[in-house]
């Protein structure tokens, strides 16, 4: 267990590990020095992310304000487990997030009736896809959020997508043949087969994990590998519209939109967040990967836990 200092006091956090499907799910739990149990926050990274991308940020601000924090990789992804690595399979990030939550509900000292559910760009869909069935959640709180599987996968036109698609059926044939997958890099630069293609968007990867700590040669080396999903994984995206059921969620919700958002394009979040009958939309001058970094995250991490204070108190 380590003992960490935080901007408004101290926390431990611990390497933990929870039951999830066929496998396990790695994940962080902060924990607050706190008299009272708190609520505790349950969080995951976006498109083939990983919770050392400045996750780490947003629990440490969330754990210095009372709340016990769970912050956990997808199976394939980061810490955890799972073969083919690399591999996005949606129905799996969904059952990995049923785990996680009800592993929250499993933690001693903190308050298991308040359990809240944090996303961001996949994992925002995810959180929807999960508040929409789960009424049991205390609060959502969702940035950039993908809601529209269709507005997603056109962001850079027919052929793109065309090519993506492509690129898709040759891995799943690789697949069925038992060969080895056929990677895609999931963030990449303009002109490049990417699945997030974005001005200087290597670039960017780098600023989010050097925002964190300074990277050495085989920092790069890692994010470089890690920077990439099975092919196959992309036939899913354009079938997969988490924003058709938030008509459904129950808990009070917190919806973050860049209005530069491209990825996760803004007419569309913003119609299914005003679907959510208990909701509050923000918007934000920036795009789909600004929020987690300077000069974005301050303003974004304040609203996230005035909401809180509002909403699930801690303390």
Known sequence: MDTLDAAQGRFAREDVMFASGDGHGAAWLYRPYATEPPPVIVMAHGFAAVRDLRLDAYAERFVAAGYAVLVFDYRHFGASPGEPRQLLSIPRQHEDWRSAVAHARTLDRVDRKRVI???TSLAGGHVLHSAARDHDIAAVIVQVPHV???ASTLYKGPLHALRLTIAGVHDLVRAVAGRSPRYLPAAGDLGTLSVMVAQ???QMLYRLAEASRPLDDEDRARLDAENRVTARSLLQMPFYSPG????KITAPTLVQIATQ????????????????PN???????CGHFDPYIAPHFEGIITDQLDFLKRTVPAG
């Open 117 to 119: 559910a944090w996303g």
């Open 148 to 150: 529209s599987g269709p």
């Open 200 to 202: 200087d968007g290597l």
């Open 244 to 247: 058709r059921n938030t008509h």
């Open 261 to 276: 958002d491209i990825l996760t394009p803004t007419a569309a979040a913003q119609r299914a967040a005003q679907s959510i």
């Open 279 to 285: 909701v509050e939309i923000n918007t934000y001058n």
